[in-house]
């Protein structure tokens, strides 16, 4: 039995910090649910360090392999003559390795610390009750080693899960059958090249939070941010399995019982590139008092997985199914909250579940490609192009105009990020062009060539002064902007597009495109990265 409880010490997951003591009962309050770091005691602590240090050389070795192995082959080190020591060398060095970690289960099976822990975890895994479960949220630990709490399949057929969600596909011209084997055939490079490059470090460059290094120069920040959701907010940390078998780390704080008037709301927050729910977005609507729930791209802390856009959509989709299931939320209780990259998965959610309540999208834009054009030289367009459309395709307005739910969008006033010249040309936002294809789908008739014009000029307003000043240099009526579009929804209560506006005079209908354009978006006097005060987050209009 002794053996045994070491062996579970020496695979064991590392153990970050106690929450609180599993013996102890819940507070009713916020108060006094400080936690601790655990201390690990000095033999597990050096040889924690040693491996540490091994897995930090490991993934420089990994990213760094390529230039490596040339540089090797160059100077004639890839040889037998040369990798028969090299390789008597490695396994040296693995089997002290070996050893140390074996020292390391030791230190840790004489600390009654995790020796609590372990037991515990070991117990969860076998018999998975609600009691197990409340002890075991009382640690952070690995996240690969945390238990299932909710799967896609409890809800869907398994069957159905090898081919993911469904994502709008880019549309391909129509070619004859000869010319379309010769035309595979041409362009067989170029679809190598972008895979190599999709999977290499075009994946990375679009989400660096995915990147390992940088996540282990996050983790104590991380490490920071979920003790502080967790023991201040009363936070759970729940694992979903999606259907593609990607794990996915999600952070759930429950307001419904505090009495507030937005407790019964569940906000879903969708992080940005290099967001993560313990330090990103999720913060701004927990500070406004409504329930919250976010999650982690795949590849970002403890979620598994990469971040493409079908591996995001099937995890959005079983996060989803998680509030609905097993939380209790009706869909007309949620309102999805997005921050810039995480407006994809915003979109995606809205499209494929119409009844969600309202959309916030923060800092996002309309499509991934004018964007990748930016940082990328002119000569590499068709390349380009063909990437981003196959494998990183973050259609959002696409996916956005399949909505007809409230929508409210932020526009960052000085974004440096989600411009195509700079943050001092407000009107390279690509979130001015978010605004454009929404207002143009839903309201045609309104959105003509000189509407278009008009709000134009109201999103060359780089401050709420300039704002102000083109709306009533135009003199708009928002009392009779509102009695015009009631009185038209009341008579038909039809989806978008609406034919509003069709026999209007030009001057009405330049009234009606800036009132729309100003319920529609919001600016924020600010750059990309600020996060966004409670204040400045409100429930999208609604007429």
């Not at 100077?75 to 040296?92: A, D």
Request: proline share 5%.
């Amino acid at each position: 039995m002794a053996g045994w409880m070491w062996l579970r010490c020496v695979l064991g997951p590392h153990l970050h910090r106690i929450h609180r003591s599993p013996d102890q009962s819940r507070p009713e309050g916020r108060s006094g649910r400080r936690g601790w770091s655990y201390q690990p005691r000095s033999l597990e602590k050096h040889t924690d360090s040693i491996l540490g240090w091994a897995s930090a050389l490991w993934s420089l070795s990994y990213y760094s392999s390529p230039l490596l192995l040339c540089y090797l082959y160059r100077k004639g080190y890839i040889c037998s003559s040369k990798l028969v020591p090299v390789s008597q060398y490695l396994g040296t060095v693995l089997v002290c390795l070996l050893g140390v970690a074996c020292l390391r289960g030791w230190g840790r099976w004489k600390n009654s610390e995790y020796l609590q822990f372990i037991t515990i975890l070991e117990e969860t895994k076998k018999n998975h009750t609600p009691a197990n479960k409340k002890k075991v949220r009382c640690y952070d630990f690995d996240f690969s080693f945390w238990p299932s709490d909710f799967s896609w399949t409890e809800v869907n057929n398994p069957k159905l899960s090898k081919a993911g969600v469904s994502l709008l596909k880019p549309e391909h011209r129509l070619r004859g059958a000869a010319d379309t084997v010769l035309n595979s055939v041409r362009t067989l490079p170029c679809h190598i090249i972008s895979f190599l490059i999709a999977h290499s470090f075009g994946r990375r460059m679009l989400y660096p939070g995915s990147v390992g290094l940088l996540q282990k120069a996050m983790r104590p920040m991380l490490q920071q941010g979920q003790a502080r959701l967790i023991e201040e907010f009363d936070g759970q940390r729940n694992k979903l399995v999606a259907c593609d078998g990607n794990e996915i780390d999600t952070m759930f704080v429950d307001r419904r019982r505090d009495g507030g008037p937005n407790g019964q709301t569940l906000v879903i927050c969708c992080e940005g590139n290099a967001g993560f729910y313990e330090v990103g977005c999720m913060n701004t609507p927990l500070e406004g008092g409504y329930s919250v729930l976010g999650w982690n791209h795949p590849g970002f802390g403890g979620s598994t997985g990469v971040p493409f856009p079908q591996n995001e959509a099937n995890a959005m989709d079983v996060v989803i199914q998680f509030a609905i299931h097993k939380l209790g939320f009706q869909l007309s209780d949620i309102v999805v909250y997005a921050w810039s990259i995480g407006g994809f998965t915003a979109s995606w959610a809205v499209m494929s579940y119409p009844e969600i309540q309202s959309l916030v999208l923060d800092a996002s834009f309309d499509d991934l490609l004018p964007l990748a054009l930016k940082v990328m030289p002119d000569s590499w367009r068709p390349l380009v192009q063909h990437t981003v459309r196959q494998y990183m395709n973050l259609n959002n307005a696409e996916q956005l105009l399949k909505y007809q739910g409230p929508v409210l969008l932020i526009r960052r006033t000085r974004d440096e990020i989600i411009t195509t010249t700079g943050p001092e040309d407000v009107m390279s936002n690509r979130g001015n062009d978010l605004l454009l294809k929404l207002l143009q789908f839903r309201y045609p008739k309104i959105m003509t060539d000189e509407g278009v014009r008009v709000v134009r000029q109201w999103l060359g307003s780089s401050n709420h002064l300039e704002e102000a000043s083109v709306y009533s240099g135009y003199e708009v009526d928002d009392d009779w902007c509102v009695s015009v579009l009631q009185s038209y929804q009341a008579d038909r209560d039809v989806l978008f597009p609406w034919s509003v506006g069709e026999d209007m005079t030009l001057e009405g209908r330049r009234q009606l495109a800036l009132f729309l354009a100003r319920k529609y978006m919001r600016n924020f006097e600010t750059t990309h990265c600020t996060p966004l005060p409670a204040s400045e987050f409100h429930s999208p209009w609604r007429l």
